[in-house]
């Protein structure tokens, strides 16, 4: 027993001492090492916008705001005076999406589109004029007419059409091949008829898009893109002796 003893603390006293100096070369290799000043301040925890894929590649319009942590892949289309905001996931691997004039897709809203529909629709996914989608809902190869709106966390399955001047309550479900009829109320799960909208709820949908588009205005005069062209510029004043 004494001379197992006395070969494991030799055994452990090796181990140690190598550990040692390993950390110091490290130590010592890591002082070695001197950053240049020059070298850039990149940050991969981002993430990109916008994604192509295949012959595919995302469209945004000049004026259309889509909030920097936003992911469009493949067969997207946003078109002007549109928003997209914070969050949103717009993936068209599989069909076109397409986001008209003055609607908004708001925060962490997931919009898909399939193959093919099994209602015979089509399977693309259309976000027509003046429409509203409430935040963290899903929409999948569906069509939404112009002036609707789409409560938050509703859910539009494959095939499902929200005909003009409708509204979807907030957290309903609309199965596939299911139609909302023009100027009416639906809401449930899965969702139902519930009454007819009047005039003046009629005339406060485009109101609201409207609404939503100034405000996404005021954050797109906020949003500069990124660069690093700045770094260049540091390094002209630095040369031409101008304080920075």
Same mark, same amino acid.
Request: glycine share 8%.
């Given at each position: 027993?004494?001379?197992? @003893?006395?070969?494991? &603390? ?5 181990? *140690? ?27 991969? &925890? @981002? ?8 012959? %595919? ?5 000049? #004026? ?13 289309? !946003?078109?002007?005076?549109?928003? !997209? ?7 068209? #691997?599989?069909?076109?999406?397409? !986001? ?5 897709? =708001? ?7 399939? %193959?093919? /529909? ?7 996914? *259309?976000? #027509?004029?003046? !429409? ?19 409560? =938050? ?12 001047? /409708? ?9 596939? @091949? &299911? ?13 139902? +008829?519930? &009454? ?24 797109? /005069?906020? +949003? ?6 700045? *770094? ?7 040369? +031409?002796?101008?304080?920075?």
């Amino acid at each position: 027993m004494a001379t197992l @003893g006395r070969l494991s &603390r030799r055994v452990i006293a090796t181990t *140690l001492s190598g550990h040692l100096i390993r950390r110091s070369l490290a130590t010592e290799a890591q002082a070695a090492i001197k950053e240049s000043p020059d070298r850039v301040k990149w940050d991969y &925890r @981002g993430q990109r916008k916008l994604i192509p894929l295949g012959q %595919w590649a995302p469209k945004v319009a000049v #004026d259309a705001y889509v909030a920097p942590n936003v992911v469009l892949a493949g067969q997207v289309t !946003v078109y002007d005076g549109a928003s !997209v905001w914070n969050g949103a996931v717009l993936r068209g #691997d599989l069909n076109k999406i397409t !986001v008209g004039f003055c609607s908004s897709i =708001q925060e962490k809203c997931v919009v898909h589109a399939a %193959w093919s /529909s099994p209602t015979g629709l089509p399977a693309e996914t *259309l976000v #027509d004029r003046y !429409v509203t989608v409430g935040a963290y809902s899903l929409l999948r190869s569906c069509t939404i007419e112009p002036e609707c709106i789409i409560g =938050q966390h509703s859910i539009l399955m494959e095939g499902s059409l929200v005909e003009t001047n /409708s509204i979807l309550e907030a957290g309903s479900v609309l199965p596939p @091949g &299911r139609r909302i009829p023009s100027g009416e109320l639906w809401a449930g799960n899965p969702a139902r +008829f519930v &009454r007819t909208l009047t005039g003046e709820e009629i005339k406060e949908i485009p109101k609201l898009a409207t609404a939503i588009n100034d405000l996404a205005n005021a954050h797109h /005069s906020e +949003f500069l893109p990124y660069s690093t062209v700045y *770094l260049e510029v540091e390094k002209l004043k630095k040369s +031409f002796g101008i304080s920075i």
